[in-house]
């Protein structure tokens, strides 16, 4: 299980993820020696089962510059893993249900405008029904955001591996990090399957599971494990390109190409994550289809085949934690994403690597620090 | 009679009213447990016993005697007091929850019911899920024309249908030769039948003939297929075969060709009944987190359970073919031996009681089990009915080959789900019925290791499709769920 025969790597990554195989890709890309530790296989977790989304549209301010900063690479992905990771973009709809719903997507874009950002736009009912004709006659316009889109997770985390790979990394799969130690400017780090590796770099991009790790180096973090719930339908006849969001409540739906309609948006289930489970609240999964049963009277009669949860971090204040560790040198940390990770993924891959391999970054990470949490 | 006050609280939910479900109910409702047996058809039965109240086939002997003893289970039921509500579809099986106020455990079973979902709150479950024909991927499988003999035999059943025109069946198990049986006794038309049984496997069953010898199908099976191949055209030693439709491979089935030696040969057929044996249809256990093991003599996978169906999940248990293949018989005994160990674990029956209680339903089971490891054995289906060529469909709800799979397996996927996950195999409304045991199969042969390595499919709530509609209305009050069952 050791990896006596080859090299030692430059850089161990903690975290089959996509936040992981995209760090793991962007190093490699560098000519840096990476590593990749999975506990299960990549994508098992929240990369390969959320719900796709490839959105700016409403995210919290401090990710606004990343998220922009994204959407280019996502615009590119083709060029970047050689896979088109099954990204369209039609667009990300908030639809306002009422007046003083339309209110609070107007005082949201006049914050964006005031920081300089344009990606958002407030449309009124009639631009509404032309994007979206299914939409229930009570909706009074929505925000919308023109260049988001949505892929597919397991797919687009399976290509970075690959693209990854196909620079030199590699992936140790089956083994959680059970330990993790520093010693003479050298990182020790064992698995639960006896695996023993040694790198003088650590990025700590292990999801649900990345407040152990920090735990290790004394950085406990208030990392929340959540399980939000998605469900499918059986295809019908393709009726809407946008992913389509509510103001006042939550909800995810778009639908894919083979005609089948995503419906999601956060509402949670329970996760275990020793045994890597989740279990349903149904009751929550009711709410969800009511919401989709209230805003898109086509979809009544639709059939549910499947619904599942995937196991996710959330961190108190909403936003993820990414850049050094506040205790230890060459510690990295690229997790605690709340359940809006994956479009930031192609963007944070790359701030870790300029990071790891120039010191710095030219996006704005400090409200992401992990000292936030420090008493 | 519950702790919550909700008069439809229940202590025990059977699901399925086949053999085993029938009994378990029975026997449990009769020692006075609270019993809810839910099942799906209108009438109870199961597969086996399909439309037993109701057939329109009234000529007892065209089903057969081993059919009307069905009929036999369902006095028992009625007397019982167990509350059957037949028409339910169960579509989730939760984990048990203990954190009612009273620590009691229980069980959460969501259930349509007359277009209407809610949620049934139990203590202890039986699953009687019964079993799903195996996959007989072949190319052409998907034709119209095309069907499974388990199909075939469920329309006789229930409404008196034969195939018309020229009919193929082709296979190996003995629900084809059960079925051919039927049809003769029926006087419907069948031009050949195919059999696809490996010859090498007469010689890996023959030592365990012995035991076949006292099986008590022996004499019933012999002489029905010795029958059949006095009165029909039997084809033996069949290795490969295909269904095709008009030019191009379009449209209906036309014909059906055949190795045979080495040779092809074609026969025009405007039906082909496929059978090459039946799995556990073990999707709500998987779903509920039930875990299983792959069989290697059925060559399945099984959900995990001790010699009273317990699964691995407290309160969940499993009694007949959902447990492993064991046919009608076993599985009425075992739903016997799961009901007095839910009544046990209910603090109903002490364990002495249960355990005498259970000593004449276990001999039963073990007779009625003699003699599988021979039927195992000799109708393993071959290879290469079980692992097709690239160009055969595997996922029918996604139309994904087998060459599909082995490209994910290339490309670095290493299992089921990692498959479903890139290629969207087993991710249609039948869950894995129809494309599961071959996909596992397909990527443990083209890894070089064994099923029980790669793993099946996680599968998710609901089990069954249920629609937006009755999601959205899932009933909140005792009295709207009082409104959804009532009926």
């Known amino acids: 299980m050791t990896a006596t025969a080859l090299p030692r790597p430059d850089v161990i990554v903690i975290g089959g993820g996509l936040h992981g195989c995209s760090a793991a890709l962007q190093l490699s890309m560098r000519g840096v020696r990476v590593l990749v530790l999975e506990k299960d296989h990549v994508a098992r977790h929240a990369s390969g089962v959320n719900a796709g989304g490839v959105r700016q549209l409403g995210r919290h301010v401090a990710e606004v510059p990343l998220s922009v900063a994204s959407m280019a690479l996502w615009h590119g992905i083709r060029d970047l893993v050689d896979d088109d990771c099954g990204f369209e973009s039609h667009g990300q709809i908030k639809v306002a249900e009422t007046e003083a719903e339309l209110e609070t997507v107007r005082a949201r874009v006049a914050e964006l405008n005031a920081l300089g950002f344009t990606h958002e736009e407030v449309i009124g009912q009639e631009e509404l029904r032309s994007l979206v004709p299914a939409i229930a006659d009570h909706c009074v316009g929505a925000l919308v955001s023109r260049g988001d889109g949505a892929a597919i997770p397991f797919r687009t985390t399976f290509a970075f591996r690959r693209k990854a790979i196909a620079l030199g990394a590699r992936f140790q799969e089956g083994g959680a990090v059970t330990r993790l130690a520093r010693k003479g400017g050298l990182w020790s780090v064992e698995t639960a399957d006896g695996g023993r590796f040694e790198a003088p770099v650590v990025v700590n991009a292990a999801g649900a599971w990345a407040d152990r790790i920090a735990a290790q180096v004394g950085e406990p973090v208030p990392l929340e494990v959540i399980a939000p719930m998605l469900m499918i339908t059986a295809r019908v006849a393709p009726f809407i390109k946008p992913v389509v969001g509510a103001t006042g409540r939550t909800l995810s739906f778009k639908q894919f190409p083979n005609g089948t309609v995503l419906i999601g948006g956060g509402l949670l289930g329970r996760a275990v994550r020793d045994e890597n489970r989740t279990e349903l609240d149904f009751s929550q999964v009711s709410v969800n289809a009511r919401t989709v049963w209230d805003l898109f009277p086509c979809m009544r009669g639709a059939t549910i085949v499947r619904s599942w949860a995937g196991i996710e971090a959330r961190m108190p204040d909403q936003i993820p934690v990414i850049g050094p560790s506040g205790t230890e040198p060459d510690l990295y940390h690229s997790f605690g994403f709340s359940a809006h990770g994956f479009q930031l993924g192609p963007i944070v891959g790359r701030i870790t690597a300029d990071l790891i391999t120039g010191g710095a970054t030219d996006l704005p990470i400090a409200p992401f620090r992990i000292g936030r949490f420090a008493a | 009679m519950s702790a919550q006050g909700s008069k439809f609280d229940f202590d025990i939910a059977v699901v399925g009213s086949g053999p085993a479900g029938l009994a378990a109910a029975a026997l449990a409702a009769s020692k006075g447990a609270s019993v809810v047996l839910l099942d799906e058809q209108t009438e109870p039965g199961g597969q086996i016993y399909r439309a037993v109240t109701e057939t329109p086939v009234r000529d007892r002997k065209v089903l057969g005697p081993d059919y009307w003893h069905g009929a036999e289970l369902l006095g028992p039921l009625r007397d019982s007091g167990a509350v059957h509500w037949p028409g339910s579809t169960v579509w989730s099986v939760a984990r048990p929850r203990e954190d009612g106020p009273d620590g009691e455990r229980r069980i959460q079973i969501g259930l349509s019911r007359n277009g209407a979902a809610a949620m049934l709150t139990v203590r202890h479950v039986i699953l009687a899920t019964g079993a799903l024909e195996r996959p007989f991927p072949i190319p052409g499988w998907t034709l119209p024309g095309v069907l499974g003999a388990g199909a075939a035999q469920v329309l006789l059943k229930t409404s008196g249908l034969v195939p018309s025109g020229a009919t193929v069946m082709a296979g190996s198990g003995p629900l084809l030769w059960l079925l051919a049986w039927q049809y003769l006794q029926a006087g419907a038309r069948i031009d050949a039948i195919l059999d696809t049984t490996p010859k090498q ?118 009694a007949g073919d959902g447990a492993g293949i064991g046919g009608a018989r076993a599985a009425e005994e075992a739903g016997r031996l799961a009901a007095l160990d839910a009544l046990h674990r209910l603090g109903r029956i002490g364990r002495e009681q249960r355990d005498q209680s259970a000593a004449p339903f276990r001999a039963a089971l073990d007779r009625a089990l003699t003699g599988r490891a021979f039927l195992d054995t000799l109708y393993t289906p071959a290879e290469a009915f079980r692992v097709p060529a690239d160009d055969t469909i595997v996922c029918r709800c996604e139309e994904i080959t087998a060459g599909a799979v082995r490209e994910a397996v290339r490309l670095g996927c290493s299992g089921p789900n990692q ?33 029980a390595e790669v793993g099946y499919y996680r599968l998710r709530p609901p089990v069954k499709p249920i629609t937006l509609a009755e999601l959205a209305a899932l009933p909140k009050t005792d009295a709207d769920i009082d409104a959804v069952f009532k009926h």
């Not at chain 2, 290795?239 to 055949?258: D, M, N, P, Q, W």
């Not at chain 2, 496929?274 to 060559?299: I, K």
């Not at chain 2, 290629?423 to 990527?443: K, N, S």
């Open chain 2, 201 to 318: 496997n007469w010689r890996a069953a023959l030592p365990l003939l012995p035991g076949f010898l006292r099986s008590p199908y022996l004499g019933k099976g012999m002489k029905l297929m010795l029958e059949v191949r006095r009165k029909l055209t039997v084809i033996g030693n069949v290795t490969a075969l295909r269904a095709e439709g008009g030019l191009a491979g379009e449209g209906v089935l036309k014909s059906v060709v055949y190795t045979r030696n080495g040779t092809e040969h074609r026969l025009p057929a405007d039906t082909l009944l496929l059978h090459q044996g039946v799995v556990p249809n073990l999707n709500l256990a998987n779903a509920t987190g039930c875990a299983q093991r792959w069989d290697e003599q059925q060559r399945c996978w099984r959900p995990t359970t001790d010699e009273w169906g317990a699964t691995s999940v407290e309160g969940v248990s499993l």
């Open chain 2, 419 to 451: 498959a479903k996950s890139f290629l969207r195999c087993g991710m249609g409304p039948c869950q894995g019925r129809l494309c599961g045991p071959t996909v596992t199969e397909v990527i443990a042969a083209e890894r070089g290791v064994s099923p």
